[in-house]
């Protein structure tokens, strides 16, 4: 069974650094686009990053050089690296596997329907 499970989150101050991982079970990552996107209640998940399968990376404008997206095949696992935190950074962070259907592009790494399998979620505060 297809699984992904995200870990890393937690509390942090403003200017802070915290990393995500997403780990998958049940299929290997390297063949897919890997999307972290988040959520706020209230709100729509929002896509924060992307990184395609042969590694071309995307990014929202919110975080762009802020947040940097990496990936370890061998230990099938994504990564995303988040720092100079700010509150509005909040929420709870997913990461999702898009299986079928074309390469992401600036367009449509963000648009949760494109993707396929997703983890529980992590839980990301900023606060001081």
């Known amino acids: 069974q297809e699984q992904l499970a995200e870990s890393g989150g937690g509390l942090v101050q403003p200017g802070g650094s915290l990393r995500l991982s997403c780990a998958a079970s049940g299929f290997t990552l390297d063949y897919y686009a890997i999307g972290w996107f988040r959520q706020v209640p209230g709100k729509e998940r929002e896509g924060v990053s992307c990184?395609?399968?042969?590694?071309?990376?995307y990014y929202a404008d919110s975080v762009k050089g802020r947040f940097t997206i990496s990936r370890d095949n061998a230990e099938n696992a994504v990564y995303l690296q988040m720092n100079s935190l700010e509150p509005e950074d909040t929420a709870i962070y997913y990461c999702?596997?898009?299986?079928?259907?074309?390469?992401?592009?600036?367009?449509?790494?963000?648009?949760?329907?494109?993707?396929?399998?997703w983890g529980q979620g992590t839980q990301v505060t900023v606060s001081s």
């Open positions: 990184i395609s399968s042969i590694g071309s990376k």
């Open positions: 999702a596997a898009r299986v079928r259907g074309p390469p992401p592009t600036a367009q449509t790494m963000g648009v949760p329907l494109e993707y396929d399998y």
